[in-house]
């Protein structure tokens, strides 16, 4: 059984760089989150898609920062002209429906520097 | 906007001694779940609570959700070490949305 998996675990980056990272739900599930945590804090919900279409963004989702599922599989999140405030583990979860229990992935720990 | 709240921040128990940690709501909740995350690790699902007043049982965990669906309870019977971590409560919108708000978590430092 192969839970929600994240690329890469870890990265760290220059204040201004351009990163992404990659999420592969369970396979089955067709929605899919993308969630932000910092120290000390729960889970900060970004996006979520349900198959390809993104049907809900944060406000906290800044014109920096994009999502997609162009197939309605893997998503992938990308953070545009970096900033140290972004440091922060970011999580993906996937569920069969929306009210279904979310199954985390190890999540994404990005350091910018 | 929608705002989830849990209480204590942190608890420090002696192994043996019973826990709590407690969950509010400023909206009427469809649904309530709640998660572990270990020192280092992701959320991991525990429980969903769906009906108002509902108790729901797993060995030593009882989880309460309230009469008004805005208020639920984690209660750890007899703790051990392996209950070490930070438990979030976190519950979807009565309207019909895939995010989930989350608490800010309470940790539980268990001492041997």
């Known amino acids: 059984d192969t839970g929600v998996s994240q690329n890469p675990r870890h990265k760290i980056t220059k204040r201004g760089q351009n990163v992404t990272f990659r999420c592969d739900p369970i396979?089955?599930?067709?929605?899919l989150y993308w969630y932000r945590q910092t120290l000390g804090q729960g889970p900060e919900f970004l996006t979520y898609?349900?198959?390809?279409?993104?049907?809900?963004k944060s406000r906290l989702l800044s014109d920096r920062f994009s999502a997609e599922r162009p197939k309605g599989s893997f998503s992938t999140l990308e953070i545009q002209r970096t900033e140290q405030g972004d440091s922060a583990m970011y999580l993906c979860?996937?569920?069969?429906?929306?009210?279904?229990?979310?199954?985390f992935g190890a999540g994404t720990r990005l350091s910018v520097l | 906007g929608q705002q989830v709240m849990q209480i204590p921040q942190y608890q420090h128990v002696q192994e043996g001694e019973d826990f709590t940690t407690y969950c509010n709501s400023s909206?009427?909740?469809?649904?309530i779940q709640w998660y572990k995350q270990r020192p280092g690790g992701h959320p991991v699902f525990l429980i969903q609570?769906?009906?108002?007043?509902e108790v729901k049982k797993q060995k030593r965990l009882t989880f309460q959700f309230g009469e008004a669906k805005k208020n639920s309870s984690l209660h750890i019977t007899a703790t051990q070490t392996t209950d070490v971590g930070t438990y979030f409560c976190?519950?979807?919108?009565?309207?019909?949305?895939?995010?989930?708000?989350f608490g800010q978590g309470t940790t539980l430092q268990v001492k041997p």
């Open positions: 979860a996937s569920s069969l429906n929306y009210k279904n229990i979310q199954y």
């Open positions: 396979s089955e599930h067709n929605r």
């Open positions: 898609f349900q198959n390809e279409a993104q049907l809900e």
């Open positions: 909206t009427t909740l469809s649904n």
């Open positions: 609570l769906v009906k108002s007043g």
């Open positions: 976190a519950g979807h919108g009565s309207s019909n949305t895939g995010k989930l708000i």
